[in-house]
Structure formats: structure tokens, C-alpha cells
């Protein structure tokens, strides 16, 4: 299996951190040289790992966000 290769290009914002320091965090990320996505996951103090997560292309993220509206003005 080949290796994954990742470069956080922006550090967006972080939503929660753990006890052992892990950090659930909203990062622009570059995956395997790709265009950089939106991406959330849990990662270690120096982004050394990473837990699973998800990303999303620019127009997943505003889908996202009109939907967290709606919930929000409920």
C-alpha cells in the first residue's frame, strides 16, 4: 500500500480538542498533490496523525453551510 501524502495548506479553525491533546479541526488539505479540499478529521498535537474524517470541495461546504443555517434559525 502506498503512502498517503497530505499538506495542510490553512489551518481553518478548530471545533473541539481532546484530553490527549488531539484536535478535531476544519483544515484546507492537499491530498496527494490534489487540489486542496475542505477537510474535518481529529489529528494529533503536531499533525502527525490523524483519526478519520471527511472532505468536501468548496460547493459541498456551502451545501453544508445552508443546511447548518436552516438548523440554526430553527
Known amino acids: 500500500m502506498s503512502d ?9 479553525g478548530t471545533l473541539s480538542e481532546s ?3 488531539w484536535k478535531k479541526e476544519l483544515n484546507l488539505v492537499s491530498w496527494n ?3 486542496p479540499k ?8 503536531a499533525h502527525e496523525k490523524m483519526g478519520k474524517g471527511i472532505t468536501l ?7 453544508l453551510y445552508k443546511i447548518l443555517k436552516n438548523i ?3
Open 38 to 45: 475542505y477537510d474535518l478529521r481529529d489529528w494529533a498535537p
Open 72 to 74: 440554526v434559525e430553527e
Open 4 to 12: 498517503i501524502k497530505y499538506e495542510i495548506k490553512e489551518e481553518l
Open 19 to 21: 484530553l490527549k491533546g
Open 57 to 63: 470541495s468548496a460547493d459541498e461546504v456551502y451545501e
Open 33 to 35: 498533490g490534489a487540489i
